[in-house]
Antibody
Framework: EVQLVESGGGLVQPGRSLKLSCAAS????????MAWVRQAPKKGLEWVAT????????YYRDSVKGRFTISRDNAKSTLYLQMDSLRSEDTATYYC??????????WGQGVMVTVSS | DIQMTQSPASLSASLGETVSIECLAS??????LAWYQQKPGKSPQLLIY???RLQDGVPSRFSGSGSGTQYSLKISGMQPEDEGDYFC?????????FGSGTKLEIK
């Protein structure tokens, strides 16, 4: 059974940093691109970033480029999102998702990030 | 960026009724289109990919169609468990973009 379990969320002040993790199991992690998707409270879904199966390519939405870094450790089957210079508009539930040919076919349960002073 | 215009924003349907949700892309997305259902407090679940392919385990009352810039999701025979929010997603080009969502309720 495919499982994606996010961790690392919480309350952080504007301008500070936070690192999210996503532990994957039930599939060969190194075979798949992975992504982060977020959802602000009571809002729609927003793609944040994608990393290729081997980590050689990364893609970001413009609003997080230069502030967020997606990475992975295939030996640990873990996906990361390093978030720096956080802003109030980054407040959201962050989901990791498997990014395959069917787009996002499996999602984690989500982790809440609140940016507030 | 490719804009995904989803309609309607909300929809109320009776049990057994057939409902449709539309997504219009701002340019050709070559059927790189998926549909998701999300229930309150839960993560999205994939229903349809490649515009018309049913994800394993999804009831056959869900179907997708479309090509080019116009796509639709149909639920043939509304069931109580179909209440929730529905989103389309284009995967043709980065940045990947979602529709704004449709809230589907039982009438």
């Amino acid at each position: 059974e495919v499982q994606l379990v996010e961790s690392g969320g919480g309350l952080v002040q504007p301008g500070r940093s936070l690192k999210l993790s996503c532990a994957a199991s039930g599939f060969t992690f190194s075979d798949y691109n992975m992504a982060w998707v977020r959802q602000a409270p009571k809002k729609g879904l927003e793609w944040v970033a994608t990393i290729s199966y081997d980590g050689s390519s990364t893609y970001y939405r413009d609003s997080v480029k230069g502030r967020f870094t997606i990475s992975r450790d295939n030996a640990k089957s873990t996906l990361y999102l390093q978030m720096d210079s956080l802003r109030s508009e980054d407040t959201a539930t962050y989901y990791c998702a498997r990014h395959g040919a069917t787009l996002f076919d499996y999602w984690g349960q989500g982790v809440m990030v609140t940016v507030s002073s | 960026d490719i804009q995904m215009t989803q309609s309607p924003a909300s929809l109320s349907a009776s049990l057994g009724e057939t409902v449709s949700i539309e997504c219009l892309a701002s340019e050709d997305i070559y059927s790189y289109l998926a549909w998701y259902q999300q229930k309150p407090g839960k993560s999205p679940q994939l229903l349809i990919y490649a515009a018309n392919r049913l994800q394993d385990g999804v009831p056959s009352r869900f179907s997708g169609s479309g090509s080019g810039t116009q796509y639709s999701l149909k639920i043939s025979g509304m069931q109580p468990e179909d209440e929730g929010d529905y989103f389309c997603l284009q995967g043709s080009k980065f940045p990947l973009t979602f529709g704004s969502g449709t809230k589907l309720e039982i009438k």
